[in-house]
């Protein structure tokens, strides 16, 4: 009996600990590289608010998570659009099943989305007082009905091979007029939407947790409905070496891009992973990014801005001065190419033949700078050629690695004469200031919304002046052609006139291109379903963790 009972307490004990197991919660923990601003559909730009919105919000369209190449597939639609008039029409049938998140704006009442509701979304970024910065996508737009509750047909004034991918974008996201109405000014605050996760804990550039909304419609992956995780638990980790010690740690299940400065850390001299570390069960992924780095010059800016020769002369010694090679071997670690175009590899568009006439060239340079008149003084700086002090300012992120990248730049201009000082602040900061013209140069990334080459030269497109168009340019030549090449598919033509919209960039430069990264992503051995998408920001809706592997 003795034993009958022992047995007995046993299985008891057993099938709690299963019953515990099984109860426990499936929790990624993730961080994000900057704070977020708004969880604003219409209004958020930056990759950490995006990656957020890209969870918590639906457009009509998504990305196959495993197709190579990309493919679009349905989202919040029935199908893919019946597309008619020559490309010019297209009718998007809604899933029945997709509801808002609840929240006091219902007044109680579960919230189906609509037709209704997609075009409210479209059309409020057309209002002046967002100054979204995507109504460039709707550039192209005529017309924007619902023709009964669940369809939806938008037409357009000329045929436009991209305009799919924009409604998969967080921009084109569906977001709820009551909840609008609500909240007002501060409905950037109140996130509710569609998606896969809703928001639980907000503790503002810090941490962000994410709960799964069970509530989510009827999706499956790998025989699994998603969401396949209980929580994300995000927090804001703004240097790189807190990230990487993080993830060696086990506080992070992954990291996406290993700096460049921690590099020997982690990889061995051949861009291996450490012994030790593939002995834990770690995996290293290299990734090449759809993404490129460049620093922008504003072309409104009285001191370096223009198209005089004397301001062509300027900006262009700049970019002769960039040494590409040293930041590549030094700053990346070999985690990067040399970009000579905006296109990074692999983007639609891109022409391997293309070669840069803008090389590392100090001697160059300096010689440029002498003809147009600005000459050096006492203190070795040069003048503007009214003899006006010449003082260039640029901002910088409030970082090790911004602080890195200040004395790159500072070491290649005074080479060449030019004196700089730098403006440290966050990078959210930076991006209001440049939006209104308050930023002399600035270098920065642009991460592919969508995989064609439209996505980056739309970057320097004059009607985007003060929107994606940090630098304010403004040429009829490029934009003219950056019309022609919107209008026409992938193809040689396309082709030929990106790389003369290249060609106006070397000469004019309002950009110095510098980079395209290769990302070095590692995984920890518990994290299921792990895969980089080329596109999208994020994976989590179809990630999972081994619950059984410990930390």
Not at 435 to 449: H, I, P, Q, S
Not at 458 to 469: D, H, I, K, S, V
């Amino acid at each position: 009996m003795g034993r009958l009972l022992k047995k007995c307490a046993a299985i008891v004990l057993l099938v709690a600990a299963t019953c515990s197991a099984a109860a426990e919660p499936k929790v990624l923990h993730a961080f994000l590289s900057t704070g977020e601003t708004a969880l604003d559909p219409a209004v958020a730009s930056d990759v950490a608010s995006l990656s957020l919105l890209e969870n918590l919000f639906d457009p009509l369209l998504r990305y196959d998570y495993l197709a190579r190449p990309v493919k679009l597939i349905p989202n919040t639609t029935t199908a893919m659009p019946d597309i008619s008039d020559g490309g010019l029409s297209y009718t998007f049938h809604l899933r029945q099943d997709i509801y808002f998140t609840p929240d006091a704006a219902f007044k109680g009442q579960r919230r189906q989305v609509t037709a209704d509701d997609y075009v409210y979304s479209f059309k409020r970024l057309y209002e002046p007082g967002l100054k979204s910065p995507w109504l460039y996508l709707f550039d192209g737009v005529a017309d924007i009905q619902a023709l009964d509750r669940f369809t939806l047909r938008i037409r357009l004034k000329a045929a436009d091979p991209n305009f799919l991918y924009y409604l998969a974008m967080p921009a084109t996201a569906v977001v709820a007029r009551e909840v609008v109405d609500a909240y007002g000014a501060q409905v950037g605050n109140h996130p509710v939407g569609t998606g896969p996760f809703k928001i639980g804990t907000w503790k503002r550039s810090d941490q962000i947790i994410l709960l799964a909304n069970r509530d989510f419609r009827p999706t499956a992956f790998q025989g699994r409905r998603l969401p396949l995780l209980d929580r994300i638990d995000i927090k804001i980790v703004e240097e790189y070496q807190s990230r990487v010690l993080g993830f060696l740690n086990g506080e992070f299940d992954f990291l996406e891009q290993l700096p460049e400065s921690m590099k020997e850390l982690v990889l061995t001299p051949d861009a291996r992973l450490r012994p030790e570390l593939a002995a834990q069960g770690i995996v290293l992924a290299p990734f090449p990014v759809l993404q490129t780095y460049y620093m922008w010059m504003n072309m409104d800016d009285p001191l370096i801005g223009g198209y005089s020769k004397e301001k062509l002369a300027l900006r262009r010694a700049i970019a002769l001065g960039y040494n590409s090679a040293e930041d590549v071997a030094m700053m990346k670690k070999g985690l990067a190419i040399p970009a000579v175009t905006p296109l990074p590899p692999n983007v639609l568009g891109n022409d391997p033949r293309y070669r840069s006439p803008v090389a590392y060239d100090p001697a160059l340079a300096n010689a440029l700078l002498e003809r147009y008149g600005f000459r050096k003084g006492r203190d070795g700086f040069r003048t503007q050629p009214d003899g006006k002090p010449l003082q260039l300012v640029m901002h910088s992120e409030a970082s090790t690695v911004g602080r890195l990248r200040d004395e790159l730049w500072r070491k290649n201009l005074n080479a060449i004469g030019l004196n700089v000082t730098f403006k440290s602040d966050k990078k959210t900061e930076i991006i209001k200031a440049s939006r209104l013209g308050k930023v002399m140069m600035f270098e920065t990334n642009w991460v592919a919304d969508f995989p064609d080459g439209d996505n980056f030269y739309q970057l320097l497109y004059g009607p985007n002046a003060g929107r994606a168009n940090y630098a304010r340019f403004n040429l009829p030549a490029y934009n003219q052609r950056y019309e022609q090449a919107r209008a026409l598919g992938e193809s040689p033509q396309r082709t030929a006139l990106y790389d003369e919209l290249a060609n106006i960039i070397h000469a004019y430069t309002p950009w110095v291109l510098l980079t395209h990264p290769i990302s070095a992503d590692l995984q920890q051995p518990w994290l299921k379903h792990y895969r980089r998408h080329p596109v999208e920001f994020t994976n989590w809706r179809y990630l999972d963790v081994d619950a059984h592997t410990s930390r």
